[in-house]
């Protein structure tokens, strides 16, 4: 194949510089070149091999013919591929002109492949929040609504009527900046995800700052609050203010949702993995009513909520597991969420302790 060589020796940086799958086919839909990623995303891909061997893909296939027909000069197509895994992909088919010969037909045709999986998932998701969150707010707006057009008919002479309809708009209104400021916090974290934060804090000190944060509305709810800190000093990487959000939120909800069992502990612990590196677990185990083995891996989902009128009615927005979801990720911890009707819930946070030295040693 002396004019396929020439062509792929030409070639081959060009598919190099793309950051597409990218793979140089003959006239005849045999492969001439391709690039490292075409040969990673896609095993198989010898040289010689036929391109309806590699893809079977009938979409696909349809665009190459048209390109080598000389019917047209550029394809694009999304396809569907099945092995070895489910993927969805951008397909180009680009004709090479033949400069020797007064025909049509290209001389070659490049193919370059994009997977959109992941960027369609992305789309979905988003698509999915908006509609969620408009739902949410619509929610409070909606009872706002109803009750200014109460005050302006019925209760327009009532007193004590406008007084109470007030305090209801208020507690909406409040609501509802809950919502956007959950909303807001939970697109800067997404947004900071892939930043590793740099600081070193002590977990310790973090956890007395919640404690002493949420001792109010401990009392209120007659739960007390029992600490268990094995360690005197505990040092992670992390942001201190997000750490705190993760455990306000987590030791909340224990009151919130577990409050019935009178009492919530926080305990804090030192481990280590199977290969020897150290981590902190910090635990929040209350003794409430639990929650059922099929809502346990959906709590994480923004606005998923096992009971939405207690949740509602407690002020809860749906999204305080989701927050600390993710800042569990960006603080490269994890987090683990244990619970049986009944029998209470123990929500665990695992953060890798910092390779600092501790300065005291
Ligand atoms: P919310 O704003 O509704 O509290 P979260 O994301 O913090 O949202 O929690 C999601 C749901 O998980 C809550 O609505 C509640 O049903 C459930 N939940 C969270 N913590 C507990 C707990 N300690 N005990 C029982 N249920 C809980």
Redesign the pocket.
């Known amino acids: 194949m002396p004019r396929e060589n020439d062509i792929a020796r030409l070639m081959l940086p060009v598919l190099e510089a793309l950051e597409d799958a990218a793979i140089l086919l003959s006239a005849n839909l045999e492969v001439i070149a391709a690039n490292a990623r075409a040969l990673a995303d896609f095993p198989g891909l010898e040289e010689g091999t036929s391109v309806s061997q590699a893809f079977g893909q009938k979409l696909l296939l349809e665009a190459l013919c048209s390109v080598a027909a000389g019917q047209r000069r550029v394809e694009t197509r999304q396809v569907e591929l099945y092995e070895p895994f489910r993927r969805r992909l951008n397909v180009r088919a680009v004709g090479l002109p033949d400069t020797e010969e007064s025909t049509s037909r290209p001389r070659a045709i490049l193919l370059l492949l994009r997977d959109i999986s992941e960027e369609e998932r992305l789309a979905r998701t988003r698509m999915a929040f908006i509609a969620s969150a408009s739902h949410e707010l619509r929610t409070p707006v909606s009872a706002i609504l109803g009750l200014v057009e109460t005050l302006r008919g019925p209760a327009r002479d009532d007193a004590a009527a406008r007084e109470r309809f007030l305090e209801m708009m208020h507690a909406q209104a409040r609501r509802m900046t809950r919502l956007i400021d959950d909303m807001l916090s939970l697109s800067r974290i997404e947004a900071m995800r892939h930043e590793p934060p740099s600081d070193t804090v002590d977990l310790v000190l973090a956890l007395r700052t919640v404690v002493r944060d949420l001792a109010d509305k401990a009392r209120e709810a007659g739960v007390k609050i029992e600490t268990v800190f094995e360690e005197d000093r505990a040092l992670v990487r992390g942001d201190a203010g997000q750490l705190e959000q993760i455990f306000r939120?987590l030791l909340e909800?224990?009151i919130?949702?577990?409050g019935s069992g009178g009492r919530v502990r926080l305990r804090l612990r030192r481990r280590r993995t199977r290969r020897g590196l150290p981590y902190f677990a910090v635990s929040v185990r209350?003794w409430?009513?639990?929650?059922e083995k099929k809502h346990i891996p959906h709590?994480t989902e923004r606005f998923?909520?096992?009971?939405k009128q207690t949740?509602r009615n407690r002020g809860?927005?749906?999204?305080?597991?989701?927050i600390v979801k993710h800042l569990v990720q960006r603080h490269r911890g994890r987090l683990r969420i244990e619970s049986k009707p009944g029998k209470g819930?123990l929500f665990t946070v695992r953060l890798p302790a910092s390779q600092e030295r501790d300065r005291r040693a």
């Open positions: 939120n909800n224990a919130t949702y577990g209350d409430g009513p639990g929650i709590l998923y909520r096992v009971d949740s809860g927005t749906g999204l305080g597991l989701a819930a």
